[in-house]
């Protein structure tokens, strides 16, 4: 179902419809949150808060491309401010554990994208963010440009960076990806 549709219903009563977005988006959001955390459990409370403060403020959805789009950008906002205030507890943004084996094997399966993660552990947290949002999210490069608060070109430089950064890593560790 539309993300939109089902927040719509919940605005007009249907308690069915934030468990609609919850089912629907949850994962993706994590991973994505992720990017920012370095850790899955920060990164599911994170989701969580999203999804509570939509269900709570019943914010307005007035300027966004798509749901997803708002979405996204109400969690990395989130995320933002759990940095801030948890800065002083040095939380490892360079920690090569981002993505656990067991979370990989059951969500993406396919051992070319394990590598690829693995591969993207060791880019700059705004490389992660790029590429997570292009090629797991599928958002447009417009849609990127609304959730992390860049131009489209801004966006388009920086994932053309990413992807060079993203090949000299696979390099390195001797796996060649023709298509990046």
């Known amino acids: 179902m539309n993300g939109s549709y089902n927040y719509y219903r919940f605005l007009q009563g249907d308690e069915d419809g934030l468990v609609e977005i919850i089912r629907e988006y949850k994962d993706g959001l994590i991973f994505y949150l992720n990017t920012f955390t370095n850790d899955i459990f920060v990164a599911e409370e994170l989701a969580m808060d999203t999804f509570v403060k939509i269900g709570i403020k019943k914010l307005k959805n007035k300027k966004y491309a798509s749901f997803k789009t708002w979405l996204y950008t109400i969690g990395k906002n989130i995320a933002i401010d759990y940095l801030r205030k948890n800065s002083k507890k040095n939380i490892p943004l360079d920690d090569k554990n981002i993505f656990s ?4 094997e059951t969500v993406l399966k396919d051992e070319r994208k394990i590598i690829i993660h693995k591969a993207m552990n060791n880019l700059k947290m705004e490389y992660k963010q790029v590429l997570w949002l292009a090629y797991f999210e599928k958002f447009s490069n417009k849609e990127i440009s609304i959730i992390m608060k ?21 390099e390195m560790e001797e796996y060649f990806y023709e298509n990046l």
């Open 101 to 104: 084996e067991s979370i990989l």
């Open 150 to 170: 860049k131009k489209v070109h801004n966006v388009e430089t920086l994932l053309y960076r990413a992807k060079k950064s993203l090949k000299k890593e696979l």
